[in-house]
Nanobody, 121 residues
Framework: QVQLVESGGGLVQAGGSLRLSCTISGSIFAINAMGWYRQAPGKERELVARISSGGVINYVDSVMGRFIISRDNAKNTVALEMNSLKPEDTAVYYC???????????????WGQGTQVTVSS
């Protein structure tokens, strides 16, 4: 059983900052990519940032230069530093981890429960 637990969401004024953190626990052989997604009301879930096991990072254009994703492989954590927040960043943010199966095959995706981020104007 693999569990992802997010923390760090909340209410912030436009221009402010928040840091999200996600801890992965359970029966983990190895973790491939880790990432953050978000879903705003009435919209589809979208990828915000992703970091591979080798440290390759991708961001959606709308957060480029404002958000920073990082991971700690020793602690099985992934974080998202969000700066210069805008009202349009308001959404539920989800952590996702692609976990290798015990035989070494890639991978099964696991999701956290989500954390609300609200940016007021």
């Amino acid at each position: 059983q693999v569990q992802l637990v997010e923390s760090g969401g909340g209410l912030v004024q436009a221009g402010g900052s928040l840091r999200l953190s996600c801890t992965i626990s359970g029966s983990i052989f190895a973790i491939n990519a880790m990432g953050w997604y978000r879903q705003a009301p009435g919209k589809e879930r979208e990828l915000v940032a992703r970091i591979s096991s080798g440290g390759v990072i991708n961001y959606v254009d709308s957060v480029m230069g404002r958000f920073i994703i990082s991971r700690d492989n020793a602690k099985n954590t992934v974080a998202l530093e969000m700066n210069s927040l805008k009202p349009e960043d308001t959404a539920v943010y989800y952590c996702k981890a692609d976990v290798y199966y015990s035989g070494g095959w890639c991978c099964r995706g696991y999701w956290g429960q989500g954390t609300q981020v609200t940016v007021s104007s």
